[in-house]
């Protein structure tokens, strides 16, 4: 699922690139320029304010980071699944071991 969700986030991305950079000075240009600036700065918000929840996350951090730049908490729902997921299975091992 969310697979299908960052396709088609990257389809919109590059749409609204398309048209502010091919459609200069129209109403569809300066709708997507804007658009696509206020996504950028709200990502970049969410990369500082998630940055110790990226740090946690197993993989590449700076693959996270561009992610959450990229999809924002679309990606970040995926890094929550792998944390909870990595420590319920540290937790099954511990009452194994015990």
Not at 62 to 74: D, E, M, T
């Amino acid at each position: 699922m969310t697979a299908v969700v960052k396709i088609i986030g990257l389809i919109v991305y590059g749409f609204m690139a398309w048209v502010a950079i091919t459609k200069p000075l129209t109403l569809g240009a300066n709708f997507s320029t804007g658009l696509l600036v206020v996504l950028a700065l709200v990502h970049l918000i969410e990369c500082w304010m998630f940055r110790e929840t990226i740090a946690k996350a197993p993989g590449s951090r700076a693959w996270h980071l561009l992610n959450v730049f990229l999809y924002g908490v679309f990606h970040m729902m995926l890094i929550r699944r792998e944390l909870d997921d990595e420590l319920e299975s540290l937790q099954e091992f511990e009452e194994s071991a015990s």
